[in-house]
């Protein structure tokens, strides 16, 4: 990025064009309006952090490295998490507030009407409820006091007026921030990792196009021999508790198949497509997914395990994640979190190293009622109940505030369109003490306190690989799994469910209160393995054959496979591999798809004696050597072609039956597709084959493109005011990597790696972001990472900086 004074010159640029309407690409597509500028957005150049700040906790110091790293020492927890809400705040103050506004159904109080029916959604679902529900909970633990000294840091810098370019622009304040406002963070988070509304597309696929197609394009378990636990994944396990071991402490794509299995006969109907469509736009976001494994001390080169992590989650400016790093007497932890959150999330103390990868998991049920003529109470259980029912108001800028009806059933919120209803059952509905648990990882000394930690980790279901300076390693699936029953008898969550009658329902459940995990599965009993000597994850199915249901919506196992393969390979090689292999594994471009479909794509050409053009493509394909690098003609020709592919194969049938792009299979459903299919029935899977070569070769050339780098590139990482804010955005860039490699990219929905890190616990750590630590425009580190993220140059994750105090906090009221 430019320096100080040439960003000064760029906004100027802007400001002088009279910058008018911009679209907000972060959270949710909106339109947003640029207040009259008075002048006031210089105020946001001269933002530097005050030497000496008051804090109300004790005294403390923040030190900021050469990469915006901040380093907090306290000798008081409170203190130093003053310290953090304090330096969050001041470099992502905008981002922290905008999220708030997402999910507490506020934005169009300062954009206006474009973006009442976001609002509406999240006010209906009303995850402002189920955060002071989590709140009541964690306030009484030992991180409740550190998130309210979280929460007095940021609002001692809106208090100072010390506010970043974006409110100047739009000419409003921030709101007090609180602590519920930080749990709020936590269910926004769960929401992006496991809001799927998977049920109802199914339906209605099946309704449209046949059970058949159906169970085609989406089945419930694809047909691979690489899940998480394997068979070579040689571990332990806990002994099952005869007692409910929950009870004592209750009260995390690439290409995932969004849509999940059909489960045949049981799927019971579609609830239309108007609500589906609807919901569909606020599930979590295409693509997203993560990589992470662990090897053992005996296959390093120290000795000791090495654990790597690279979450691909949404691509922004400036970035989804925060790096930081605490010291107390009670913790020395660095690593990553979210703008928000006070705890570092994924990073490593003294004593191990820890990650999250998404599960997949099911977690949200929907349910169908009877409802009496009136709309007013739905049947349950043999009676007829009242909807509990609240009136809401949307402010709403330049127009008129409306009200709306926010009503909810037994089982959760309930969700309506085009006179259709679903009521709705989430996890993370009821209070959740995920914030505890990430707060006791910070401070814990080993394995054992590891997993004590864990059971309290509800929400979200993640794939948790973690590794220690003893040399132990572990694998858990961590959150809450539900149990459904109909009749006595288990059942899969993949099905709409009938609510009237109890269908599926979660014992102990007690949406927007505090919950048994008397309805879940517990503990002991879910996926885990203690001790393995190498895993991997990658979002595909977790076992083979598990004991309880876990869920459908697994990614293709493109990735889990080629990091299973080159582990494999490193460990028969008898050599120890260091921090550079596992760097080097990161940046793997191989994509297993062209290995999948290529074979028979040539095959096709020859027998159909094809163009000479068809038949230099072809040639271009097999001189191609299957990895998608920038620089790769092939790759780029691959790319264009998978894509037609699958759009012709399933176009036809789903414009009939008025089916858009959301509701497309994934490409191992695609690769794997039987010619017999209906789906071919007036053009042939050859034929399909062929026409998309010649789309792809008439794409390339429409567009001039002449690499994979020059269609495969960073331009939709974008700031949340988008194009219409330029300045503000990253240098386009040509990228590696494709939604099936492990250098993972999906350039149409701006989805990656959003922050990689390689750790041996104990020792050498390193990190990097795509973009920078701040979210100040006029900061030298808004994009400082960002070129070194392209290539995967990682920096280290220091445990300590030689740079100078940057802020004295001192003891005093703030």
């Known amino acids: ?54 804090n109300p906790y004790g005294e403390a110091t923040l030190r900021v490295d050469d990469h915006g790293v901040p380093h907090v020492e306290a000798d008081d927890e409170a203190a130093a998490y003053f310290a953090v809400g304090y330096v969050q705040a001041f470099d992502r103050l905008f981002q922290l507030d905008l999220q708030r506004r997402v999910m507490r159904g506020q934005l169009s109080e300062i954009v206006g009407e474009a973006t009442l029916e976001d609002d509406e959604f ?60 930080s749990m709020l963070m936590e269910k926004q988070i769960s929401w992006d990792l496991t809001g799927n509304f998977g049920e109802l597309r199914t339906a209605l696929v099946a309704d449209r196009l046949g059970e058949a197609v159906a169970n085609d394009l989406f089945p419930e378990r694809m047909d691979h021999d690489v899940p998480i636990l394997r068979d070579a994944v040689d571990a332990d396990r806990l002994e099952a508790d005869d007692g409910d071991s929950q009870n004592d402490t209750g009260g995390d794509g690439d290409d995932s198949d969004r849509t999940g299995g059909t489960n045949g006969s049981d ?116 009676e007829w109940l009242e909807f509990e029912s609240e009136e809401r108001e949307l402010v709403v800028a330049g127009g008129e505030n409306r009200t709306i009806t926010v009503r909810k059933t037994v089982h959760g919120p309930v969700l309506e369109r085009e006179e259709r209803t679903v009521g709705v059952a989430w996890t993370g509905h009821t209070a959740t003490r995920t914030t505890e648990a990430i707060d006791e990882f910070g401070r814990s000394g080993g394995l054992s306190d590891l997993l004590e930690a864990t059971r309290k980790f509800d929400l979200p279901t993640q794939n948790l690989v973690y590794a220690d300076v003893d040399g132990r390693t572990l694998y858990y699936a961590t959150g809450q799994l539900p149990i459904r029953t109909i009749d006595g008898e288990d059942v899969p969550g993949n099905r709409l469910f009938d609510g009237s009658a109890g269908e599926g329902e979660w014992e102990g459940f007690t949406p927007f209160g505090e919950s048994s995990w008397d309805g879940f599965v517990p503990f002991e009993e879910k996926p885990h393995a203690i001790d393995p000597d190498v895993l991997a994850t990658a979002n595909q199915r977790v076992v083979d054959d598990p004991e309880h249901y876990v869920g459908v919506a697994y990614a293709s196992p ?53 163009s000479d053009r068809l038949a230099d493509a072809a040639a271009t394909l097999e001189d191609w050597n299957r990895r998608m690098d920038r620089g790769e003609e092939g790759a780029l020709l691959f790319a264009r072609w998978m894509d037609q592919f699958r759009r012709l194969t399933v176009e036809p049938q789903f414009e009939e039956a008025d089916l858009d792009e959301s509701y497309y299979p994934n490409d191992w459903a695609i690769a794997t597709l039987s010619a017999d299919s209906d789906l071919y029935a007036d053009r042939s899977r050859e034929a399909a084959m ?125």
């Open 558 to 610: 493109y990735r889990g496979a080629r990091i299973y393969d080159r582990l494999d390979e490193a460990v028969e090689n008898g050599g120890g591999t260091d921090l550079e292999f596992h760097r080097d594994l990161q940046s793997d471009t191989d994509d297993g798809r062209a290995d999948q479909l290529l074979p028979e794509l040539f095959d096709v050409v020859e027998d159909r004696d094809a």
């Open 690 to 814: 062929l026409e998309a070569l010649e789309a792809a070769l008439d794409e390339i050339d429409d567009e001039g493109w002449v690499t994979y780098g020059d269609w495969n590139t960073t331009g939709p990482i974008e700031h949340p005011f988008g194009v219409e804010a330029a300045f503000l955005n990253f240098d386009e860039r040509p990228l590696d990597g494709s939604r099936a490699t492990v250098d993972n990219y999906r350039v149409g929905s701006a989805v990656g790696s959003s922050w990689r890190m390689v750790v041996e616990p104990g020792g050498e750590a390193t990190a990097i972001l795509p973009g920078g630590n701040s979210g100040d425009y006029f900061s030298t580190h808004y994009g400082d990472q960002f070129e070194r993220w392209i290539d995967n140059d990682q920096k280290s994750m220091a445990l300590s900086t030689e740079a100078d105090v940057a802020v004295s906090f001192t003891e005093g009221s703030s």
């Open 122 to 181: 999240h006010v209906r679902m009303d995850f402002a409820g189920a955060a002071d529900a989590t709140w009541e909970v964690v306030a009484e633990t030992p991180a409740g006091e550190l998130v309210e000294a979280y929460a007095d840091g940021v609002n001692a810098v809106i208090e100072a007026g010390l506010l970043p370019l974006e409110f100047e622009l739009l000419d409003y304040e921030p709101r007090e921030w609180t602590p519920v406002d």
């Open 1 to 54: 990025m430019p320096a100080d004074t040439t960003r000064r010159g760029v906004l100027a640029g802007a400001l002088a064009a009279g910058i008018g309407g911009l679209t907000l690409t972060g959270a949710r597509e909106l339109l947003l309006q640029f207040a009259p500028l008075s002048g006031r957005a210089w105020n946001a150049a001269d933002r530097s952090l005050p030497e000496s700040v008051e």
């Open 267 to 382: 799927a019971t109907g579609s609830v239309g497509d108007g609500l589906t469509t609807w919901l569909s736009r606020y599930e979590s976001p295409t693509g997203v997914g993560s990589n992470s494994w662990v090897v053992s001390g005996a296959h390093t080169e120290s000795g000791t395990p090495i654990v790597a992590y690279d979450p691909h989650l949404s691509l922004m400016t400036p970035p989804l994640w925060y790096e930081q790093r605490v010291e107390t007497p009670e913790r020395s932890v660095r690593g990553a979190t979210f703008p928000g959150v006070p705890f570092v999330i994924a990073g490593a103390n003294d004593s191990g190293t820890w990650s999250f990868t998404n599960v997949g998991a099911d977690v949200l049920d929907c349910y169908r009622y009877d409802i009496d003529d009136g709309g007013e109470r739905y049947r349950y259980d043999g």
